[in-house]
């Protein structure tokens, strides 16, 4: 299993930037894919980005030119660096895990951490 610590949300105006900080209890390279999810008042929850062990990166549409998900295996750690805010990014973030080794493979998920933007 693994533990996932959420840190950065805050409240920012529109056209500002933060960094979300995902830090894991065990090792980014023994879990298969990091992600970052949102979900907004009254709407489901939706992939924002996602980091796979080796490296390669997705992005939903809406967050392409903006958002940069990163990893930095030496401390068990995956960002989020979110550029160009706009109100519609508000939402809670959470940090995911899918693991697929070890004795309690699934998904995980962080506390969540509220990123509110100002218009």
């Known amino acids: 299993q693994v533990q996932l610590h959420e840190s950065g949300g805050g409240l920012v105006q529109a056209g500002g930037s933060l960094r979300l900080s995902c830090a894991a209890s065990?090792?980014?390279?023994?879990?298969?894919?990091m992600g970052w999810y949102r979900q907004a008042p009254g709407k489901q929850r939706e992939l924002v980005a996602g980091?796979?062990?080796?490296?390669?990166?997705r992005y939903d549409d809406s967050v392409k030119g903006r958002f940069t998900i990163s990893r930095d295996n030496a401390v068990n750690t995956v960002y989020l660096q979110m550029n160009s805010l706009k109100a519609e990014d508000t939402a809670v973030y959470y940090c995911?895990?899918?693991?697929?080794?070890?004795?309690?493979?699934?998904?995980?998920w962080g506390q969540g951490t509220q990123v509110t933007v100002s218009s």
């Open positions: 065990r090792s980014l390279l023994t879990i298969y894919v």
């Open positions: 995911n895990a899918d693991v697929r080794s070890g004795p309690r493979p699934g998904l995980y």
């Open positions: 980091i796979s062990s080796g490296g390669t990166t």
